[in-house]
C-alpha cells in the first residue's frame, strides 16, 4: 500500500512538471512575434540556384519569414527545360502560394538566342528576331529564350485555376524574377558579358508585362558588383564560398541569399497587403 501511494505522488508530481512546462511553452509561443508569412509555402524553381544543391536559400527564406520554403530547381537546366511538360506538371502538382521563378543560369543570352515578340522592342532594336508565342498545351517547342519565358508564364497561367484544389481553394501567385549575373571562365565567356545579362533581362520584363505577371528585377534590386567576384569554373564546388555576393561568380551564397530574400519577402508581403 505505501509504495502504490509513492507510485501515485510520483505521477501526480510528474503530471504536473509537465502541465508547467507545456504551459511555459505555450506561453512561449504567445509571446514570441510572428513571422509575416506563416502558414504560406513558398515553392522556389528554376535552375541549381532554387536547388537544395544550396540549401541556405530555403533556410533562410524559411528562417527570416515563417514560410515553408520547398526547393524544386533543376540543376544544371535551361529556360527551356523548365517550360517542359515534365517540369511544370511538377510545379504545378505541388500546393503552394507563391512561386518564385529564377531561371537563364544555363541560358548565355547571346546575340539572336534571346528574340522577342514586338518588332519594336529594345530586343528587335538590338537585332533579336522578331518570334511567335508557343501553344501553351503542348510541350515546349520553342527555340529562344523569350519563348521559354513566356511558356512557363502561360502554362502556369492556364492551370492556375486548377492548382486551387491543392491549396485550400486559393489561387497561387507567380513571382518572376529577372536573371542575376554571372561570370564563367573569362572576361569572353558569353556568360561573363553585361549585353547578354541585359539582353536576358529584357526578355523577362517584355514576358512579365505581356502575361500581367509580377516581375522582381532582381539584376536592378540587387546591384551586385560582379568586379568582386570570382569566375566561375567546372566542377561546380558547393562548400566552399570564393566572394562577395557569390560562391563562385554563378551562385549566390547565403550573404547573397539574404539580399535576394530580402527583396522576395518584401514583394510576397506587398501582394499579401501586409506592410513588412
Not at 502541465?19 to 511553452?25: E, F, L, M, R, S
Amino acid at each position: 500500500m505505501k509504495d502504490r501511494k509513492i507510485r501515485q505522488r510520483i505521477l501526480a508530481a510528474a503530471l504536473i512538471l509537465a502541465v508547467a512546462a507545456a504551459g511555459a511553452y505555450g506561453l512561449r509561443k504567445a509571446l514570441r512575434p510572428r513571422l509575416p508569412l506563416e502558414g504560406l509555402t513558398v515553392l522556389l524553381t528554376g535552375d541549381s540556384r532554387s536547388s537544395d544543391d544550396y540549401s541556405f536559400y530555403r533556410e533562410t527564406l524559411e528562417k527570416k519569414s515563417g514560410c515553408l520554403a520547398v526547393t524544386a530547381g533543376a540543376s544544371g537546366k535551361t529556360a527551356a527545360f523548365n517550360a517542359s511538360d515534365g517540369y511544370m506538371s511538377l510545379v504545378t502538382g505541388r500546393a503552394h502560394d507563391f512561386s518564385i521563378w529564377l531561371v537563364g543560369g544555363n541560358d548565355d543570352g547571346s546575340p539572336g538566342t534571346v528574340g522577342t515578340f514586338d518588332a519594336g522592342s529594345a530586343l528587335a532594336a538590338q537585332g533579336e528576331p522578331v518570334v511567335e508565342g508557343t501553344d501553351p498545351f503542348r510541350d515546349y517547342d520553342g527555340t529562344t529564350f523569350i519563348q521559354a519565358v513566356d511558356h512557363i508564364m502561360r502554362r502556369y497561367l492556364a492551370e492556375r485555376e486548377n492548382m486551387k484544389a491543392l491549396n485550400r481553394g486559393k489561387a497561387p501567385e507567380m513571382i518572376f524574377c529577372t536573371d542575376l549575373p554571372q561570370q564563367r571562365d573569362s572576361a569572353d565567356s558569353p556568360w561573363s558579358r553585361r549585353e547578354n545579362w541585359e539582353r536576358k533581362r529584357l526578355a523577362i520584363l517584355e514576358c512579365c508585362e505581356r502575361n500581367g505577371v509580377t516581375c522582381l528585377d532582381l539584376y536592378e534590386l540587387c546591384g551586385f558588383n560582379m568586379a568582386e567576384e570570382p569566375m566561375y569554373t567546372e566542377p561546380t564546388d558547393k562548400v566552399n564560398d570564393r566572394g562577395v555576393h557569390y560562391m563562385d561568380g554563378l551562385h549566390p551564397n547565403p550573404k547573397g541569399i539574404d539580399v535576394i530574400t530580402e527583396h522576395e519577402i518584401r514583394l510576397m508581403l506587398e501582394k499579401r497587403g501586409t506592410k513588412q
